[in-house]
């Protein structure tokens, strides 16, 4: 079963194909997705995506959905968040988790890299303004413990400060008492998780055959 | 002795290397005198060496004719001789480490393991020449029951899990698929070269080839770990190695008796070889059962152990050493049971037992395991010179040849097969790796050792020491050098970043997330439904107290703070402060808020460096106060009680923490610390203002009184850092209630 379902789409597909690199099995079966998720309509709302059971016990379910709905992972330079997206937005951004092909020159290597920091980035910093704030890295590690009560709360918050420090020390080396450090920048973000080897860890399996009936 | 050449450049290493050669010839004299005792019964033939003492029948009584004097001094070897002889191999085998790491310069061209088989094979030649006996050789039942499990408990227990489940698929592929193809592949061709005309092997059978194949196939994690223990390569081909070193076993075993029992048979049939899969399942996972029922006993067991902290590593051992046996009780696959045995055990031990038992258990496996190496390759020499050879030049070249055309080519093959499953592809430089780090080592020859004595017996198991000199000396050595030569990615150094930490567990959640969007079933759902139910139902059993619900970030937060802390004491004044050697401080990155959280005026850069002067004199004199402790403290140590061992605990954290923050001079919040103590409330933290600067300047220990759970901060500063050398060296009668200070900011 792994033909592609809608001929029509045909043309698009290959179109898409171009644009993300899946190849046309794995458009099919996302295609298929979307549509099950959207109950066949054009676009996804964000309601449709809280729907999903499985989601709903993930302590990052929020920022999950609203990556999918922040124009700056769609490729285009865009800013702010729209309130649905259609089929190629969604493509678009599950392009981000495709494993880097075998035969990759280094630049590319470092492109794909670059870009699924990039991504990692866009959601940690809700308010778009380029820097992850020490506000905003607290809330992503409140996020992370949320599943554990309210004792997560305080520790949290010195978690994300002993990070933050981590990273000021890191990026910025000396500095004055007085001066203060703004936020994560895109760069110092780089720099932080050079060791992370993000290009082989950041990627899932897209599946070039249908199984999606046997979950929602 | 060759290889204790001294070097001219250094004093020392002339010394050690002259002790070490005196040594040895002592240890010579004492172990051919003990074969000597034995062998000769209760005759006499002691060497000039011990006999100035008197009449060696002296323990016999006093039943001669004629009356003694009182035997003064009295010799009995016999009493002792089988504790000593194996405590005189024992102090060989560490002398020899010893004094291959005070000569330098050979421990760079040459991997330990061959440094260890030369010495048994001077020692075993030394024995023979002196003796014209043999020396003991490796003994199966020694080496598979005492010598073997060490070394894989060390390696269970700290199996990386992260990278070994990420690539299970690809390990069980090497090692069945793999391990299944070298055996036919090698026993096969060996067949076709035994019925070449005038090789004289006319009368080694199919099946006698195929047994051999089984011996000689499997990769020995003992050797593996050995050689690249030391070349330092990345995580991923460590654990494809050694995963299959590992996992292997079950092959190899089954394989084995399957053979033997063939052979004694004489005949095939289909059936049998039926019942021979079936075997392989029921061994593999079987002993897995087994490991896994011993390791939640542990696990369970350790969750009650809070009373008696001293026994707890114990604990660890005997069950996993129990585990080890109960398999091999059924021929199942013992290493694997030991295996898994210590990964069930681990994360659930580890949250139960004390810090002080979790250091011993560390210390413990890596000690004896690195014992255990030791021996093994000094009685691989040994044995070497001891057995009966029979050199067959047909026999021995094809094998070795064989051996890593197979590896090659199954390598090769099997990577093909996986990179179509996997997401990070294997590349033609992991494969060459991976080909290469195919060593044999001891297991294989136990098990040759244990085949029925024959002609065939000798050729095979002489063959099978080249082999495994073969591997253990050419490809131990040239790969460091090759590793180096195709810059193939080495270990990076983690240095425990918090950071990476929260990314980790980020992208766990989001790559789990982005699966269930996608709607199917992967990898990361299944991990994350373990997790779950792990959290929600096991570690409520497993787990002792409140821990049981502590996320994983904390408990690793509050270990990254534990080490710091340590660190920072053990190194004294001089220490350099983990990876943040900045002054950034806390409130560089503290948004800049109305003065009520500051309420302290701002000191001058001057001021400040004063400040930190004294603090880390005062850091200085805790150390010295910490030598003057330490013989009293740990005389006290094993039979305190569990409360003070929990105090101690939450102290030197939040010491810890403190002395690190009085260093960065943050301002911190007080945390919440786990313990084990339920009576103790947790603290709910406060940003204090950081009015302490005055009072650090007072050295005088402000003791407060006696009482539990006082939220609201006294300000003493200078008392943490007695406490601190206090709870370090152990806990003296004080017990201190900690004292929430703020610090200068």
């Known amino acids: ?216 | 002795m060759a290889d204790l050449r001294p070097s001219r450049s250094r004093f020392c290493p002339r010394l050690t290397a002259a002790f070490l050669c005196v040594f040895l010839l002592v240890f010579l004299h004492c172990a051919s005198a003990s074969r000597d005792a034995v062998s000769g019964g209760n005759d006499t033939g002691i060497r000039p060496v011990r006999s100035t003492q008197e009449d060696p029948h002296d323990h016999h009584g006093n039943s001669t004719e004629h009356k003694k004097a009182f035997p003064v001094l009295a010799f009995n070897f016999e009493h002792v001789r089988k504790p000593f002889e194996i405590s005189m191999w024992i102090l060989l085998a560490l002398l020899m480490k010893l004094g291959f790491h005070i000569i330098p310069r050979i421990s760079h061209v040459v991997p330990e393991s061959c440094l260890l088989i030369v010495v048994g094979l001077l020692v075993g030649g030394t024995i023979k020449a002196v003796e014209g006996t043999n020396a003991p050789v490796l003994d199966s039942k020694l080496f598979f029951l005492y010598l073997l499990p060490p070394i894989i408990l060390d390696a269970g227990y700290f199996l990386p899990i992260r990278p070994f489940t990420e690539n299970l698929g690809t390990i069980l592929v090497f090692a069945v698929l793999g391990t299944l193809w070298n055996v036919f592949f090698i026993g096969g061709t060996m067949f076709a070269v035994c019925q070449i005309e005038g090789a004289g092997l006319g009368d080694v059978n199919l099946l006698s080839c195929l047994l051999f194949g089984s011996i000689i196939s499997a990769v020995d994690p003992v050797a593996v770990l050995a050689v690249f223990e030391e070349i330092h390569i990345n995580e991923l081909l460590h654990i494809l190695v050694f995963g299959e070193s590992l996992l292997n076993d079950a092959v190899t075993v089954v394989l084995y008796h399957l053979f033997q029992e063939f052979s004694r048979e004489g005949s095939v049939s289909v059936g049998d070889a039926l019942l021979g899969v079936v075997c392989f399942f029921v061994v593999s996972l079987g002993g897995i059962l087994v490991g896994f029922i011993y390791g939640i006993l542990g696990a369970f067991t350790s969750r009650f152990t809070s009373h008696t902290r001293v026994i707890e590593p114990l604990f660890v051992f005997i069950y996993s050493y129990m585990a080890y046996l109960s398999a091999e009780v059924f021929h199942l696959s013992g290493i694997m049971s030991l295996i898994a045995c210590g990964v069930i055990m681990r994360p659930y031990v580890e949250a139960n037992i004390s810090h002080k038992s979790y250091t011993t258990v560390k210390y413990f496996l890596k000690m004896w395991s690195s014992v255990s190496e030791t021996l093994i390759f000094i009685f691989l020499g040994v044995s070497t010179v001891a057995g009966p050879h029979v050199w067959n030049w047909t026999f021995v070249v094809f094998t070795v040849f064989l051996c890593l055309v197979s590896r090659v080519l199954g390598v090769i093959g099997l990577t093909s097969i996986i990179n179509k499953f996997r997401i990070v592809k294997l590349t033609k430089k992991d494969q060459f790796i991976v080909a290469y780090g195919g060593l044999r080592g001891a297991i294989a020859f136990s098990l040759g050792f244990l085949l029925t004595d024959s002609k065939m017996k000798h050729m095979f198991l002489t063959a099978i020491i080249t082999v495994i000199f073969f591997t253990v000396f050419v490809q131990g050595m040239t790969i460091r050098p090759l590793v180096e030569l195709l810059a193939v990615k080495r270990k990076k150094e983690s240095k425990g970043s918090i950071n990476e930490e929260i990314h980790t567990q980020f992208l766990d959640h989001l790559l789990t997330g982005i699966e269930d969007v996608c709607g199917h079933y992967g990898h990361h759902h299944w991990k994350d439904k373990l997790n779950r139910f792990n959290k929600k139902y096991v570690k409520k059993w497993l787990i002792a107290g409140e821990r049981s619900t502590e996320p994983q970030l904390i408990s690793f937060y509050n270990k990254m703070e534990l080490k710091q802390a340590m660190m920072l004491v053990e190194g004294g004044s001089s220490a350099k402060l983990p990876t943040v050697m900045s002054s950034v401080s806390m409130q560089n990155i503290q948004p800049r808020e109305p003065p009520r959280r500051r309420a302290m005026p701002n000191i001058s850069k001057s001021r400040e460096e004063e400040i930190r002067k004294i603090l880390r004199a005062n850091l200085q004199n805790t150390r010295q106060r910490l030598r003057s402790y330490s013989r009293h403290d740990l005389m006290i140590d094993p039979f305190e009680d569990n409360v003070s061992e929990v105090r101690l605990r939450k102290q030197r954290v939040e010491m810890g923490r403190r002395v690190t923050l009085m260093s960065f001079h943050l301002c911190l919040p007080e945390h919440q610390v786990f313990t084990y103590d339920d009576t103790e409330s947790p603290r709910s933290a406060e940003m204090k203002p950081g009015s302490a600067a005055v009072q650090l300047l007072n050295e005088s220990p402000q003791r407060s009184d006696q009482s539990d759970a006082e939220p609201n901060a006294k300000q003493d500063d200078q008392e943490e850092q007695l406490k601190l050398s206090r709870c370090l060296s152990d806990p003296g009668p004080n017990q201190d209630q900690l004292e929430q200070g703020s610090l200068v900011s």
Do not use: W
């Not at chain 1, 599950?94 to 890299?113: A, D, K, Y």
């Not at chain 1, 590690?141 to 554990?148: A, G, I, K, N, Q």
């Open chain 1, 1 to 216: 079963m792994g033909a592609l379902q809608s001929l029509p789409g045909q043309p698009e597909y290959i179109d898409l194909a171009e644009k993300t690199g899946f190849s046309l099995e794995q458009i099919g079966v996302l295609h298929k997705r979307f549509k099950q998720l959207s109950h066949n309509e054009e676009t996804l709302r964000r309601d449709h995506f809280n729907e999903i059971p499985d989601l709903a016990c993930n302590p990052i379910r929020a920022q999950i959905v609203e990556a999918f709905f922040d124009r700056r992972n769609f490729r285009q330079n865009g800013e702010g968040t729209v309130q649905e997206i259609g089929f190629e937005e969604f493509l678009v951004v599950m392009s981000h988790f495709r494993p880097p092909s075998l035969h990759m020159t280094e630049e590319q290597r470092e492109n794909v890299r670059k870009e699924k920091l990039r991504f990692l980035f866009n959601m940690h910093d809700t308010d778009n303004d380029g820097t992850i704030t020490l506000e905003e890295y607290r809330h992503v590690v409140e996020e992370l413990l949320s599943r554990s009560g309210a004792l997560g709360k305080e520790t949290a918050k010195s978690i994300a400060d002993a990070a933050m420090l981590e990273v000021a020390s890191i990026s910025m080396g000396h500095m004055e008492p007085d001066e203060f450090y703004e936020g994560i920048t895109f760069e110092h973000f780089l720099k932080l998780l050079n060791e992370f080897e993000i290009e082989s860890r950041m990627n899932i399996r897209f599946l070039n055959m249908d199984t999606t009936t046997l979950c929602k």
